[in-house]
């Protein structure tokens, strides 16, 4: 199953309920966003603090145009905070699975 379902991978503690609010807002409907927080967000939000979390969801909420932006490396973030988020997904993607 999908990482974005909420299951968690066997040995794993299943996901809060705030994180499964947050992984289904992940599902984008945009091919390259949807693999990319697929691959990373089960893990960063696994590891995340409550503003951490807070973070990820201001990201989320931003227009899909946008976001693919920020994530597909064609922009950066004016906020810090966002664009070190950012910078976090970028590597998580790059650990691989």
Same mark, same amino acid.
């Given at each position: 199953? !999908? &990482?974005?379902?909420? $299951?968690?991978?066997?040995?794993?503690?299943?996901?809060?309920?705030?994180? %499964? %609010?947050?992984?289904?807002?992940? %599902?984008? #409907?945009?091919?390259?966003? $949807?693999?990319?927080?697929?691959?990373?967000?089960? %893990?960063?939000?696994?590891?995340?603090?409550?503003?951490?979390?807070?973070?990820?969801?201001?990201?989320?909420?931003?227009?899909?145009?946008?976001?693919?932006?920020?994530? /597909?490396? $064609?922009?950066?973030?004016?906020?810090?905070? /966002? &664009?070190?988020?950012?910078?976090?997904?970028? !590597?998580?993607?790059?650990? #691989?699975?």
């Amino acid at each position: 199953m !999908s &990482a974005l379902t909420g $299951d968690a991978p066997a040995g794993a503690a299943a996901p809060d309920v705030e994180a %499964r %609010r947050l992984l289904w807002r992940c %599902r984008r #409907g945009m091919k390259e966003l $949807d693999v990319l927080l697929e691959r990373a967000m089960p %893990r960063l939000l696994a590891e995340a603090c409550p503003g951490e979390r807070e973070q990820v969801a201001q990201l989320l909420a931003l227009a899909d145009p946008l976001l693919a932006g920020y994530l /597909l490396g $064609d922009a950066t973030p004016p906020d810090p905070h /966002l &664009a070190q988020l950012v910078r976090r997904i970028h !590597s998580l993607c790059r650990l #691989g699975p």
